[in-house]
């Protein structure tokens, strides 16, 4: 996977420029007097004492393109849409940043050419994220949550897809996994990776009516597409943050694949009775029992994606903690191995 930065257009501010007005105070207005900056690869949040504010980075690569200013517009519309599905009064609007006259830039206002958009939300208490409490929680805390996930699974519409083209997603997701995982870069042991990838090929061949009866039941729905732990938490009602929005058929999954998506980042995390709580639940408030098989499936191509996702990091120019990702890769490639190993 490589993301390449789009050059400025000539007499607007650069992404550093944004960044340093963003994390300043002032520019927010109001009683703020402090503001955090938290960095991934595509985005660049801002979070003050009330809010968070996220701004996209003018970058393109494989599978996604965020190079213009438009093109940015569209995703963080689409961002503000999709995630007000799973969540009450937190994705609050698209917002600009403008450039005035003079070159000074303001957040939000009529006045001046809109710059950059940001999506501006309301920031949920860190403590009640599933990930800071994932050590403590009880079981029966998270019904609340898995049942608005299963209520919203019910409500969907099914997704237009033919088996054939399911069965093609996944070879296609596969094959480009394996590919990535075997960069140089990543100095990862072929002889692993390899049997792997190959193995979850095989079975998708070997079992492809259980996986086009799943289409053709209609099972297959425009879910949250990464459904992980840091994106739950357990206020009241509970809210269900940051869906892919960049890419709707990564987010048109078999809600089963999801919530294992969600139950393996518990595993994960140390807590195997909260996957099994997760999966149990889902089963009984959405009455699917689906093979036993598809589940490992799901599990471990999920893993093999963590895998991979983590090893991306690894690809980056000056990437801080190089052991941490290097580690991380290891695990979710060691736990996709597990799981493989059942089918």
């Known amino acids: 996977m490589t993301v390449t930065l789009s050059p400025t257009p000539p007499n607007r501010p650069d992404l550093e420029e944004k960044t340093r007005f963003l994390l300043d105070p002032a520019s927010y207005g109001g009683t703020t007097r402090q503001v955090t900056l938290v960095e991934t690869h595509m985005a660049r949040v801002f979070l003050t004492e009330d809010h968070a504010y996220k701004m996209k980075k003018p970058v393109r690569s494989s599978y996604l393109d965020f190079s213009s200013l438009d093109k940015r517009y569209g995703v963080c519309s689409e961002e503000l849409r999709l995630n007000r599905r799973l969540t009450d009064d937190v994705y609050l609007a698209v917002v600009p940043l403008r450039m005035v006259a003079g070159g000074a830039l303001v957040l939000g206002g009529d006045e001046g050419l809109a710059v950059e958009w940001l999506v501006k939300m309301r920031r949920l208490p860190d403590d009640d994220c599933l990930v800071r409490r994932v050590d403590s929680v009880q079981a029966d805390e998270l019904l609340p949550l898995l049942r608005r996930l299963c209520d919203f699974y019910r409500r969907s519409e099914p997704v237009r897809i033919t088996g054939e083209q399911y069965l093609a997603h996944f070879r296609r997701q596969i094959g480009a996994l394996w590919r990535q995982l075997l960069l140089p870069a990543l100095a990862l042991d072929p002889r692993l990776i390899n049997p792997l990838a190959s193995g979850l090929l095989q079975f998708i061949d070997s079992q492809a009516t259980m996986f086009t009866r799943r289409a053709e039941e209609g099972r297959i729905l425009e879910g949250h597409g990464d459904l992980r732990p840091e994106h739950c938490f357990l ?68 893993a093999l994606l963590r895998g991979q996702l983590a090893g991306a990091h690894l690809l980056d120019g000056d990437i801080a903690e190089p052991d941490k990702w290097r580690q991380k890769t290891e695990r979710y490639l060691a736990a996709a191995r597990e799981v493989a190993g059942r089918l």
């Open 235 to 302: 206020t009241t009602p509970p809210q269900i943050i940051d869906c892919l929005e960049f890419d709707r058929d990564l987010r048109c999954v078999d809600p089963v694949d999801e919530v294992g998506y969600l139950a393996l980042e518990c595993e994960m995390l140390g807590r195997p009775d909260l996957a099994e709580f997760v999966r149990a639940t889902y089963t009984e408030e959405c009455a699917d029992q689906p093979p036993e098989q598809l589940t490992f499936f799901y599990r471990a191509y999920r």
